[in-house]
């Protein structure tokens, strides 16, 4: 659009939104360092269901609307955090967040699960387990309640110091899913090393399946895997009526994805702990 626009730029051209976009990012990630102290910061909870479309948990997934840039995606501010470190302090506020989240759940009667997304760099972080702990102390929330999603990059990023910190956080109750499996590592050794209860297929998969396809092979073998080492199996980007009854017929139960909710704020959670799905 903007190619009559473009400016020389050494040997390559640049385009005025090129710039722009430039600009944007070296502004977020100069504001990613004091995001967590900030008020822009937000958390939305998306409900995960069981076969008979209850909600059996929720992923915390964060939200930053920015006066400056206006809503800014995680999937470019968090990688931005990861580089540059910030992603300690984020990640402190997710479990914060999640805590004060499941406390208002568990206020209102409802013990469900809520699952946080840790990177490679928070759980090999010294304070990490130390922070996790004295959090939910504080905050008076039981381990079992917070489920930690990592990446099977994450997971195989410093196999035994991720393994022996794994094992502290299950000793404490901890438990942890394997997030966009299938997409990130070749190995399949990791599965039997680590204490997992889920493994959740990537929304890739899922959207793609149709029968006969690659996509819908691949999410058979997942949840034949899950099933063989006694874990759950998660679908997640489940987006229509179709995929759903295609999981369960394959005995995938638990299901997350706009067909049943996109994720919503805290308010909402109530009113969709108690609607019913058919
Ligand atoms: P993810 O962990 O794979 O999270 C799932 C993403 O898929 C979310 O995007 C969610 O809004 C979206 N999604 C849910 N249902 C559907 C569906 O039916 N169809 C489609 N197409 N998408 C669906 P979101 O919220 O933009 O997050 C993007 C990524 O950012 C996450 O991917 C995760 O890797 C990262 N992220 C989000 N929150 C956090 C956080 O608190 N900490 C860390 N470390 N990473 C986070
Ligand atoms: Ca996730
Ligand atoms: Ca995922």
Same mark, same amino acid.
């Given at each position: 659009?903007?190619?009559?626009?473009?400016?020389?730029?050494?040997?390559?051209?640049?385009?005025?939104?090129?710039?722009?976009?430039?600009?944007?990012?070296?502004?977020? =990630?100069?504001?990613?360092?004091? !995001?967590y102290d900030s008020d822009e910061l937000s958390l939305a909870l998306q409900p995960q269901y069981n076969a008979e479309a209850e909600i059996?948990?929720?992923e915390a997934l964060i939200r930053w609307y920015s006066v400056e840039f206006g809503w800014v995606s995680p999937a470019d501010f968090i990688p931005i955090a990861e580089e540059n470190g910030a992603i300690?302090?984020?990640?402190e506020w997710v479990v914060e967040a999640a805590c004060d989240a499941l406390l208002?759940?568990?206020?209102?009667?409802?013990h469900r699960t809520i699952s946080i997304n840790v990177s490679a760099r928070q759980i090999v972080a010294p304070e990490f387990v130390l922070f996790l702990n004295r959090t939910l102390k504080k905050k008076g929330v039981?381990? =079992?309640?917070?489920?930690?999603? !990592?990446?099977?990059?994450?997971?195989?990023?410093?196999m035994s110091q991720v393994r022996s910190i794994m094992l502290e956080l299950a000793k404490l109750g901890f438990r942890f899913s394997v997030d966009d499996f299938g997409t990130g590592?070749?190995?399949?050794?990791?599965?039997?090393?680590?204490?997992?209860?889920?493994?959740?297929?990537?929304?890739?998969?899922v959207n793609e399946m149709?029968?006969?396809?690659?996509?819908?092979?691949?999410?058979?073998?997942?949840?034949?895997?899950?099933s063989s080492l006694k874990m759950s199996c998660v679908a997640e980007g489940v987006e229509t009526k179709e995929q759903a009854e295609e999981l369960l017929r394959n005995a995938c139960y638990f299901?997350?994805?706009?067909?049943?909710?996109?994720?919503?704020?805290a308010n909402d959670v109530e009113a969709l702990l108690f609607k019913t799905w058919n």
């Open positions: 659009r903007n190619a009559k626009k473009s400016a020389p730029f050494g040997s390559c051209h640049i385009t005025k939104d090129g710039i722009r976009e430039y600009d944007r990012m070296v502004a977020i =990630q100069e504001r990613v360092h004091s !995001l059996v948990g929720f300690h302090s984020i990640g208002e759940l568990m206020n209102h009667g409802h039981p381990a =079992q309640l917070l489920m930690l999603e !990592l990446t099977e990059t994450a997971l195989v990023s410093d590592y070749s190995s399949l050794s990791y599965l039997k090393r680590y204490p997992l209860s889920i493994l959740k297929i990537d929304k890739s998969f149709a029968p006969g396809n690659a996509n819908e092979a691949l999410v058979k073998t997942t949840i034949t895997l899950a299901h997350q994805g706009y067909y049943y909710a996109k994720p919503c704020t």
